[in-house]
């Protein structure tokens, strides 16, 4: 017989409440469990809480700066951007900190906006013996470190995003105009409104730098950009627009130019989104390795390769690639008058002296000339020269170091391995960056761990860094990596339209060499002293375990002062460290007024707004 509804609840009332009562419970937990767990700018929140105390009602601490209006996680939580930011900034308390009382100010002088503290040392250039040897143009660091702030531009703005800066940037960021006029009918650069435009000419581009590229390659086929050349170094770049270009075919230039009287190159090519750095050939060694690039170019750089018994070119030939090749572009290739020649006829004898071949010598449709050389791979041609002149470097300066390391007048020996033999070629990109490194130690296990490390990277950028730690990988262009290692932060990233100076601290094992058989760039630094950039040059500086040994000899507010010069606004610093060292950044980087969170208990991630210091500064 059937049973009517009222009847069925009304003998089943107690049970059906039960089941309803216990479902209910259940969801609750879920909903809170997921919440705690799916979440984890909470559990961030949680860790920050609990390692810097929660604040209380009688904190003397002054009130945290606004959050940066345009800071979006891009992680996979569906939160708004103000209520992020509350969670991770507004409700720390750094009031037991000193960094909480600091009473920023802005750098004063004429220079200020673009202060660079060891190329700008003023009384130290001034105090200089001689400029002869382009002393002036090198590092000259001041001491104690600054602890002032770099004002903005008046009018600046968030950089123009790649690939688009690579022919355009906002004039006001950059507001030099003497190259504009300097090289007006050499199509350097053009201001067009609001714009700096940046056509691809140069004084050897007069067809433009897509023809230029395609001649050097017509002229020697040998050279394939992307495979076997991947990494090379442009003299005296100018605005960077050749390696700007070439970025296209898969090589990756790092160009470089002193602070000179061509106001800004350098400051213009890192604003286009183009590796680059100051540096000059004085009377210093390069920041790089031996045998690291692929090909070197220079086209009408100014450089007296024959000036002090050849001691520039020698340097060439110390970082130039066993089999690896010089583009010399200038007018004493091209050109019959008597200084031409003498410069030409000087050249020849001195690269014959250090066994390099002239592989091609041409000339173009516009009248423009270039010879390129090839360095040897074998050191039977030095074994057959009729003098020792110049001589074979002694073993001593073998090893690759070059920071604040004299030039010397001798050949650097080709690299072997402990059983004697040369090395080899690197394999052709992309095969190399995931290869067996040329220059990897033969000690036991080191292959192993260099994959270990590649391995370790590629977990962390796909697991952590590109999803969950709140950076917006799209507004990233230019990346510098404090401690590089073997460059594995740069490798995991290589699939993103950015790219990685990677820098190998002076007082950690030299990794250097391994970072270019990878085809990776970077140099050699000491973070106690100012980088060699612009104010305002990268968007993301990343650092692993780095603070932990250096805050033991280095000022780490002043470590700070200097990140903050060199990143853009908008800009993240990304710091992996024990939570100890966190714990003291954290502070420092908040009176920056920078949106600081912890991930994990050990990423620090902070983002820096348009916020600097009222007081004005002293022109």
């Known amino acids: 017989m059937a049973i009517s509804l009222q009847s069925f609840f009304q003998e089943?009332?107690?049970?059906?409440?039960?089941?309803?009562?216990?479902?209910?419970?259940?969801?609750?937990?879920?909903?809170?469990?997921?919440?705690?767990?799916?979440?984890?700018?909470?559990?961030?929140?949680?860790?920050?809480?609990?390692?810097?105390?929660?604040?209380?009602?009688?904190?003397?601490?002054?009130?945290?700066?606004?959050?940066?209006?345009?800071?979006?996680?891009?992680?996979?939580?569906?939160?708004?951007?103000?209520?992020?930011?509350?969670?991770?900034?507004?409700?720390?308390?750094?009031?037991?900190?000193?960094?909480?009382?600091?009473?920023?100010?802005?750098?004063?002088?004429?220079?200020?906006?673009?202060?660079?503290?060891?190329?700008?040392?003023?009384?130290?250039?001034?105090?200089?013996?001689?400029?002869?040897h382009m002393?002036?143009?090198?590092?000259?660091?001041?001491?104690?470190?600054p602890r002032c702030l770099i004002p903005l531009p008046i009018g600046y703005k968030v950089p123009v995003p790649w690939p688009k800066s690579r022919d355009m940037i906002w004039y006001d960021n950059v507001p030099h105009p003497k190259l504009v006029e300097y090289k007006k009918d050499q199509h350097w650069v053009v201001k067009l409104d609001e714009y700096l435009n940046f056509p691809g000419g140069g004084t050897q581009f007069k067809d433009g730098v897509d023809h230029y590229i395609y001649f050097i390659q017509k002229a020697l086929p040998d050279i394939k950009w992307g495979e076997n050349i991947r990494v090379i170094l442009d003299v005296g770049c100018g605005v960077a627009s050749f390696g700007g270009y070439l970025l296209q075919k898969n090589v990756l230039t790092m160009s470089f130019a002193p602070k000179d009287e061509h106001e800004a190159q350098i400051q213009f090519a890192l604003e286009r989104g183009i590796p680059a750095t100051l540096s000059v050939i004085g009377t210093q060694r390069l920041t790089f390795p031996d045998n690291a690039y692929d090909l070197i170019h220079c086209a009408r750089c100014r450089v007296h390769w024959d000036a002090d018994g050849g001691k520039p070119l020698l340097e060439l030939n110390r970082i130039l690639r066993p089999g690896g090749y010089f583009i010399w572009s200038a007018t004493p290739v091209y050109r019959d008058d008597e200084r031409d020649k003498n410069v030409w006829e000087a050249m020849v004898l001195l690269t014959k002296s250090m066994c390099w071949k002239v592989v091609q010598k041409t000339m173009d449709s516009s009248g423009v000339g270039l010879v390129i050389y090839q360095k040897p791979t074998l050191t039977s041609c030095y074994e057959e020269r009729s003098k020792n002149d110049p001589p074979i470097c002694h073993e001593k300066n073998k090893r690759n170091s070059s920071w604040y390391v004299p030039l010397t007048r001798c050949i650097s020996q080709l690299p072997v391995d402990s059983k004697g033999n040369y090395y080899n070629w690197p394999s052709p990109w992309p095969e190399r960056l995931t290869s067996k490194p040329p220059s990897l130690s033969v000690e036991p296990n080191s292959e192993e761990k260099f994959l270990e490390d590649t391995k370790h990277w590629s977990t962390v950028v796909s697991d952590v860094y590109r999803d969950n730690i709140g950076l917006n990988w799209s507004s990233i262009r230019n990346v510098l990596d404090m401690n590089a290692g073997y460059g594995g932060f740069a490798a995991a990233l290589i699939d993103l339209p950015l790219w990685v100076m990677n820098v190998v601290p002076i007082d950690v094992p030299d990794t250097l060499s391994i970072v270019f058989d990878r085809g990776l760039i970077g140099l050699y630094h000491d973070w106690c002293e100012s980088f060699n950039t612009y104010p305002r040059t990268y968007d993301l500086l990343h650092s692993s375990f780095l603070f932990t040994s250096l805050k033991r000899r280095c000022d780490v507010v002043a470590m700070v002062v200097e990140m903050d010069r060199v990143l853009r606004p908008g800009g993240y610093v990304l710091i992996q460290d024990s939570m100890e060292v966190i714990k003291e950044l954290g502070p420092i980087f908040h009176s920056l007024h920078l949106s600081v969170s912890v991930y994990d208990d050990q990423f620090l991630v902070g983002k820096k707004g348009f916020w600097r210091p009222t007081a004005p500064h002293t022109k």
């Open 12 to 132: 089943r009332r107690t049970p059906f409440l039960f089941t309803l009562s216990l479902l209910l419970i259940c969801f609750l937990i879920l909903f809170f469990t997921d919440s705690l767990s799916l979440n984890p700018l909470v559990r961030k929140y949680s860790s920050l809480r609990s390692h810097f105390g929660t604040p209380s009602s009688s904190s003397s601490s002054p009130p945290p700066p606004p959050p940066s209006s345009s800071f979006r996680p891009s992680s996979r939580l569906d939160l708004k951007p103000s209520s992020a930011d509350s969670v991770l900034s507004h409700d720390l308390d750094f009031s037991n900190s000193s960094a909480a009382n600091f009473s920023w100010k802005l750098c004063g002088g004429s220079v200020a906006v673009d202060f660079i503290p060891c190329l700008d040392n003023s009384k130290a250039i001034k105090a200089l013996k001689s400029r002869r």
């Open 135 to 145: 002393e002036h143009r090198e590092r000259h660091c001041p001491s104690p470190s």
